[in-house]
């Protein structure tokens, strides 16, 4: 499999070093649902059919996380998009403080 | 010598001025240059060349190329010796020695032929079904036995001496394939200008167009196949890779190939490798692999002498060989006239053609009258005669009668099954045609397209045609300038097949997968009992398991299963292909990583001192660090490590702990940052100041621990442990990049820019006194435990000072830019001189580090967690960081946890060792009672005994209490006492001066 990291290129897969699901936030530490929260957060998993989003992190390039959508079925990959971007993106959509 | 009994005079492209000597079975032959060792035996009239699997059948060569399952030898000898290897495929080269396989004692006289008698026994399914009883027999004796009799070749028992190595290609378009179709393909998309790559798995281009000499351009094919290939390795923007096949489709337009660089010669020139491995990425690929004759399954079908028609035809117009003289056709459709007609051309005898569709094929009977032979419509080959070797067929003619022919070769034509393989490697499913009796490529991987036979397009125009058209079209879809296709004349060959699966009037022994021994019986038996699908009856029989993957049965064998169970062979299914097409040797895979070259090695900066001055070095992850120094005059590293030790904690030491990873972290959020990722506060360190600080993952486990310094307002160093370098510096780019974008900070991996010391024991500071610049107040009230600083030493040198100890001792770790470690080493060692100063290793350390009861990987093995291991009351209460949450669940928090606690043996003499469970001293030692275990053994210089340091269910609670230690492992078993788990200098007055 090969990732275009939007930094560096069409590079392939053994540069990158999986990192999960990006489909996951993590949550307010201090809400008072936080344990189950977390427990969702850390274990909980869609195994779903097609598109997943997922984090890759340029280990052996440019260091840069880029969250990957990759379909499990047929390993075509859709877009890539530099983490750091999206992660931003998330948090001013989100509440104030729920992220930290 | 013996002459080549049947070489013929003319013909071939082989090179007759070149004559080649080679041994098989220890008996010396002569081929020429351009053999293949198939060929060069069947021109020496060899044409018994091995055993087979299951019942020793005498077996010879069934083809010409890379789906042989019958001719698998031994070639070279000792370490070099290589089992199972196609002698179609081996290129002749002068001094070969090949032997032949699974035979006791000979060849010719093969003991475990007698399996043939028993083969009511060796069923398909035998192994499921005989053998069973008694039980304890099986391991004893039937296996052993049945090892012994069902086998392939030999494996080297030693390492292997030759040299792999592995590359990575880009292009724009990859050819696989370079018969008709390819060669054209390549030809079309090279005059674009884009990057071609065309790969063959032969020595020589061409492929079947090669070897049925049906002319191109009005001329023998040879010319042109040539003149396209000067023309390709001509172009600078097209490789041609010959002896190359590619094995497997990967995705995103990756290709495996394997290239047999040094295979035809008797060993690889000094440099080369043996084999490489090619990782191929390609924009666009075209399939041109051809087709693969199917064998009839009729009763003898293996007997040497028979022989695919389409391999026949390869020996007599690509080697001038005669694998026979008097020749029987037999066919389902019209190829067989073809090699009729080739076989007169060469002056053999055609004693018949054998043509198992009613209704006379204008075709076969043109070829029967011209080469005067005998015509036998309707007709099928129902058994063959002779032992070893053929020397007759019986035929049931279409009126029922049975004839015997004498002859002494057999070829075969049961149609054509395209080479789609790597069609299916992502998934893609084959689809059938009825037309022509075959599977062809259903969906195709991306960027794939498939031109000629291996699409099902089996005649030599349309090869030609879609050769050239692919070849545009995969340039033109990148966007290249591209004229029209341009293909030379040829014709096409009539096809007309009428199947014949089984020839079921056969009553011996119809072989459907030659390697594995599987016949039509076996496929009739599984059907019987149940194993109908195809999955089913591939394990139930090991149909298409052997090296050659059933490539000569699995279409045979589907349609027999389907026949049995009255279904159609779409329906019946098929059997999806997996990466490798053809066996890859391991060795190939590894390249050179292997041995000591497996992974890289990393010295830390003082490697060369320590080397020069008699280091011990041990392996650290990648890192070779010095373990110990041993002196001359020591008995053993025990002696060694105690007297390092013993230095330490009265004079002074120097340990090399630039192993540890370092972070360097800026920025105006650089400690609200490491607030988060480390369980205790850090945003309030003062400038100046270290402090030891544990990582958690997100679960509450312990992750990594290590010292956090502030060198300044925005700016961190912070060390983790050696093993977990890599994994916590791409933990602090996640939380970084992912968790918290928006903080301000950035990270950067120093820990191969700095050199950094352990100066330890009560004299370290009159040491580095010596060495820092004068300039710098390193007095206990300017530089005290904990403190950090920037320095020089040695007369302007910058680095960096800090007040850290890991022994217990008064100690410092200095650092100075990586290029100046070694230098600092030595210099250290100088000024130390007059303080009695040691060298350390890793031993030492950690055997200081297990008196002071700090943990280390032992403790922080991925279970544990903070409370564990006795820093709980770090944790921090107010702040949100990874592991907070999860870490306060109940099992987490659980107070029966095995937590961190010292262990002393009460037999004084009694060694202890990690590894030993912890059960109470009147309680049997069973798993229900276990309360812990040792993590960390030393025997301490200080203390003058073995210590230990575990994890015991309450441990600090049962300070004083005596235990036992078990150790089923080792068989060992002490009463040990539970002790504080510092037993030196608990106070810690040491190492505050």
């Not at chain 2, 060899?46 to 005498?58: D, E, I, M, Q, W």
Request: glycine share 10%; proline share 5%.
């Amino acid at each position: 499999m090969r990732i275009q990291c939007p930094c560096c290129g069409e590079r392939s897969l053994d540069e990158f070093t999986y990192y999960g699901d990006a489909s996951v936030t993590r949550p307010n530490a201090f809400a008072p649902t936080a344990m189950s929260d977390y427990h969702a957060y850390v274990y909980q998993r869609d195994n779903r059919d097609g598109d997943h989003r997922e984090l890759w992190y340029h280990a052996a390039g440019c260091h840069a996380c880029l969250v990957v959508t990759r379909n499990v079925r047929s390993h075509i990959i859709s877009d890539v998009r530099i983490a750091r971007e999206v992660a931003r993106e998330r948090d001013a959509a989100a509440l104030p403080g729920s992220t930290s | 010598m013996r002459r080549q009994s049947n070489r013929l005079g003319e013909g071939g492209i082989i090179d007759r001025s070149k004559p080649v000597t080679f041994t098989f079975d220890g008996a010396p032959y002569q081929g020429y240059q351009g053999d293949t060792l198939a060929s060069a035996l069947l021109a020496n009239g060899v044409t018994l060349v091995g055993r087979s699997f299951k019942y020793h059948r005498p077996r010879g060569v069934l083809s010409a190329g890379s789906e042989e399952p019958n001719a698998l030898v031994e070639l070279r000898s000792e370490n070099y010796r290589e089992a199972n290897t196609k002698a179609t495929m081996v290129e002749l080269f002068d001094g070969l020695s090949a032997s032949s396989q699974n035979r006791w004692p000979s060849l010719r006289l093969d003991f475990m032929s007698i399996n043939s008698l028993l083969s009511p026994i060796f069923v398909a399914g035998f192994y499921y079904k005989t053998f069973m009883w008694p039980a304890a027999l099986w391991e004893k004796l039937y296996e052993p036995a049945i090892r012994r009799a069902a086998g392939l070749g030999r494996a080297a028992q030693g390492e292997d001496p030759d040299h792999y190595e592995k590359a990575t290609a880009h292009c724009d378009v990859l050819v696989v394939g370079g018969g008709a179709a390819g060669l054209n393909a390549a030809l079309n998309a090279a005059r674009s200008g884009a990057r071609v790559i065309l790969a063959d798995e032969n020595a020589q281009l061409g492929g079947r167009a090669l070897d049925d000499g049906l002319p191109i351009d009005g001329a023998p094919p040879v010319q042109w196949i040539d003149s396209v290939r000067e023309q390709l390795e001509r172009e600078p923007n097209v490789v041609v890779m010959r002896r190359t096949t590619v094995f497997g489709v990967y995705d995103t337009g990756t290709y495996g190939a394997l290239e047999r660089v040094s295979d035809h010669l008797a060993q690889a020139k000094h440099g080369f490798p043996r084999q490489r491995l090619w990782r191929i990425i390609a924009k666009r690929t075209i399939l041109a692999t051809g087709a693969t004759e199917r064998p009839i399954v009729f009763g003898g079908n293996d007997r040497p002498g028979v022989m695919l028609a389409s391999a026949f035809r390869t020996y007599l117009n690509r080697y001038g060989v005669a694998p026979g003289r008097r020749i029987v056709v037999f066919t389902n459709n019209d190829s067989g006239a073809l090699t009729a007609a080739e076989a007169a051309l060469a002056g053999l005898e055609v004693v018949a053609i054998v043509d198992s569709r009613r209704g006379l094929s204008a075709e076969i009977s043109k070829a029967a009258s011209t080469a005067g032979t005998r015509m036998i419509s309707g007709g099928v080959v129902i058994d063959t005669v002779g032992k070893a070797k053929l020397s007759g067929v019986v035929i049931r003619t279409g009126e029922g009668e049975d004839v015997r022919l004498s002859c002494d070769c057999l070829v075969m034509s049961g149609g054509w099954n395209p080479n789609l393989q790597l069609t299916t490697h992502l998934g893609g499913k084959p689809t059938w045609n009825d037309a022509i009796a075959a599977f062809v490529p259903g969906t195709h991987p991306p960027g794939m397209s498939v031109a000629g036979a291996a699409g099902g397009s089996f005649g030599l125009k349309d090869a030609l045609d879609e050769g050239a058209k692919a070849g545009s079209e995969a340039v033109a879809s990148l966007g290249w300038k591209v004229a029209g296709p341009a293909s030379p004349r040829a014709d096409n060959q009539p096809y007309g097949i009428r199947p014949l699966w089984l020839v079921e009037a056969s009553k011996s022994k119809a072989l459907v997968d030659f390697q594995n021994d599987v016949t039509a019986a076996d496929i009739a038996l599984a059907a019987r009992e149940g194993f109908q699908s195809v999955e089913h009856l591939k394990r139930y029989t090991t149909l298409g398991m052997a090296t050659d993957q059933g490539r000569t049965s699995n279409v045979n064998a589907l349609a027999i299963m389907a026949k049995a169970t009255d279904r159609s062979i779409p329906e019946t299914g098929m059997t999806v292909a997996r990466p490798p097409y053809s066996p890859v040797a391991i060795g190939a895979l590894a390249g050179h990583h292997r041995g000591k070259s497996f992974k890289a090695v990393r010295r830390p900066p003082s490697y060369a001192w320590a080397k020069a001055n008699g280091g011990v070095f041990v392996e650290t992850g990648l890192w070779l660090r010095p373990a110990y120094f041993p002196k001359s005059d020591e008995r053993d590293w025990f002696e060694t490590v105690c007297r390092e030790v013993k230095t330490v904690r009265s004079a002074v030491g120097v340990c090399d702990v630039s192993t540890l990873g370092k972070v360097d972290v800026q920025g105006k959020d650089a400690g609200e940052f490491l607030d988060k990722i480390y369980m205790n506060g850090l945003k309030t360190l003062p400038i100046g100041k270290a402090r030891y600080g544990g990582m958690l993952r997100e679960d509450g486990i312990f992750m990594d621990d290590g010292t956090i310094a502030r060198l300044g307002e925005h700016h961190y160093f912070v060390t983790t442990t050696t093993a977990n370098a890599v994994k916590a510096f791409q933990h602090m780019e996640f939380c970084a990049q992912w968790l918290w974008p928006s903080l301000d900070v950035q990270l950067i991996s120093a820990t191969e820019q700095w050199a950094q010391y352990a100066v330890a024991g009560p004299k370290s500071r009159d040491l580095l006194r010596k060495i820092i610049d004068p300039e710098f107040d390193i007095s206990d009230e300017a530089f005290p435990y904990l403190q950090v600083g920037k320095i020089t030493v040695c007369g302007g040198i910058k680095g960096r000072l800090f007040r850290l100890s890991f022994s217990g001792e008064r100690a410092y770790e200095i650092a100075v830019p990586a290029r100046y470690g070694d230098a600092l080493m030595r210099a250290l060692m100088d000024a130390g001189q007059e303080f009695g100063v040691c060298p350390y290793g890793a031993e030492a350390l950690a055997v200081m580090r297990i008196e002071k009861g700090h943990i280390s990987g032992p403790e922080l093995n991925g279970n544990t967690t903070p409370r564990d291991v006795g820093l709980g009351d770090m944790i921090a209460k107010k702040k949100d960081f990874i592991g907070r949450v999860l870490g306060e669940r109940p099992g987490i928090i659980d107070p029966d946890r095995p937590s961190l606690i010292g262990f002393r043996p009460v037999d004084k003499n009694m060694r202890m060792r990690s590894g030993a469970h912890i059960v109470p001293l009147s309680a049997p030692a069973t798993a229900a009672n276990d309360q812990g275990y040792l993590t960390s053994v030393a025997y301490s210089p200080t203390v003058g005994d073995w210590i230990a340091l575990g994890l015991l269910k309450r441990g600090p609670e049962r300070i004083g209490e005596k235990v036992r230690a078990v150790d089923p492992v080792r068989n060992e078993e002490y009463v040990v006492e539970v002790v504080n788990p510092c037993f030196v200098d608990p106070e810690g007055e040491k190492l505050r001066g």
